[in-house]
């Protein structure tokens, strides 16, 4: 692993992935520099820059990551697993592809014993979402419990679905570790609350709203049915948009995953 300053590696300037440490992904290589790096990582020491670009400009703090994949070759798509944070030094190209040298930008305070108070109360939301959604794995509840580091178990959080892009590139600015892993909770707090309010919503067929518009359609005729329905399906997807994304996804799940397997 590199440790001195100023180390080397080839980069691959990212508009739509953005990778934390402790976070794997895999990415799809379109474009020529960023197949040109892979192949150059490959061929060495499998290690490689990922840095936030919006197209026009890039971040100065990115991700170096390690190549999981192994083959040689050019690739349509690649593992990467995000190792620490870095600070981009300086930027050189070599025909199609890009280098970057930096030096480690992680904080030295991330570590056993620190933001103990943070670190519980994120530990107490992950059991909550552990009541609520059971059909996350245990296995996983047991692992990020077990992280005692804040730095780590914000980037391990924010590597879940539930966290965008957006929200991860903000997080990876962030160098205090204690900072990062109070925005996550803050954001574990906003996702467990929108999780009880759907515990506490009656379902479709217990709401007494939705027997209403039910009654009206039934009674209705021409226009004014089809202004009713209209009613109605705006009042599903306001206030029971969990439960209709269920059904959706008990009924059409299997097929899009089908022809999803088939791209």
């Given amino acids: 692993m590199p440790s001195e300053d100023g180390f080397e590696v080839p980069a691959v300037f990212s508009e739509d992935v953005v990778l934390l440490p402790h976070m794997e992904v895999s990415i799809s290589l379109k474009e020529n520099a960023s197949q040109a790096a892979i192949v150059s990582a490959l061929g060495s020491r499998h290690l ?5 670009s919006n197209g026009y400009q890039m971040g100065d703090i ?73 059909q996350v794995p245990e296995e996983v509840i047991s692992f990020v419990k077990g992280i005692d580091s804040p730095g780590k178990l914000a980037d391990v959080c924010a590597g879940s679905p539930m966290f965008t892009n957006e929200e991860r590139l903000e997080l990876l600015g962030m160098l205090d570790p204690k900072r990062r892993l109070a925005k996550v909770s803050d954001r574990l707090g906003r996702d467990l ?52 994304l269920t059904l959706i996804a008990g009924k059409y799940g299997p097929t899009f995953m089908q022809k999803r397997s088939l791209r």
């Fill in 48 to 52: 490689i820059a990922m840095i936030p």
């Fill in 62 to 134: 990115g991700t170096l990551a390690l190549l999981e994949d192994g083959k040689e070759g050019v690739k349509r798509s690649v593992q990467l697993k995000g190792l620490w944070r870095i600070r981009v030094k300086e930027v050189s190209k070599d025909g199609s592809k890009s280098s970057v040298r930096f030096q480690k930008a992680e904080d030295s305070r991330d570590g056993p014993g620190q933001a103990a108070d943070i670190i519980g109360r994120v530990r107490g939301q992950v059991d909550e979402f552990a009541k609520l959604m059971p």
């Fill in 193 to 244: 609350e929108a999780l009880r309010e759907l515990g506490r919503t009656k379902t479709i067929a217990e709401c007494e709203t939705c027997m209403d518009f039910a009654d009206r359609a039934l009674d209705s005729e021409g226009t004014f049915r089809g202004e009713v329905a209209a009613a109605f399906l705006d009042h599903v997807v306001s206030k029971h948009a969990g439960e209709l």
